[in-house]
């Protein structure tokens, strides 16, 4: 592990521990050189209720890469779609530790649009 990574990780283990005392269910978010992940947790953390990354399909269609704000914005969007078919509507943002910029911003801001709120 890196020293990035750990710090990263620090912030995330606060950020976490506060979002667990809300007992909303929990986006969470992991970013990777190349792609984007995204995952709607109970508020126990136990299941997974909706997941949305983009390798998936649905998502890749009309997508030049996957490591850009515009493949985030897809990402949210239809993390969104499914957490609302699931009946969710109000969840805790979990950002990992990364700084609320860029591909992070976009799939938050697209979650927003698609009815999340948070």
Known sequence: MSIKNDARLRRAKSTRAHI????????SVLRTGQHLYAQLF???????IAAANTLQA???DGLTSGKNT?????VGKLLAE???????EKV??????????????ALADAA??????F
């Open 82 to 88: 499914r957490a609302r078919a699931a009946g969710i």
């Open 42 to 48: 109970t508020a126990d953390g136990a299941t997974v």
């Open 58 to 60: 649905d998502v890749k």
């Open 20 to 27: 667990r005392k809300l007992g909303v269910p929990r986006l």
């Open 92 to 105: 805790a943002f979990d950002r990992s530790g990364y700084r609320f910029h860029g591909r992070i911003k």
């Open 112 to 117: 927003r649009e698609g009815g999340l709120q």
């Open 70 to 74: 515009e493949a985030a914005a897809k």
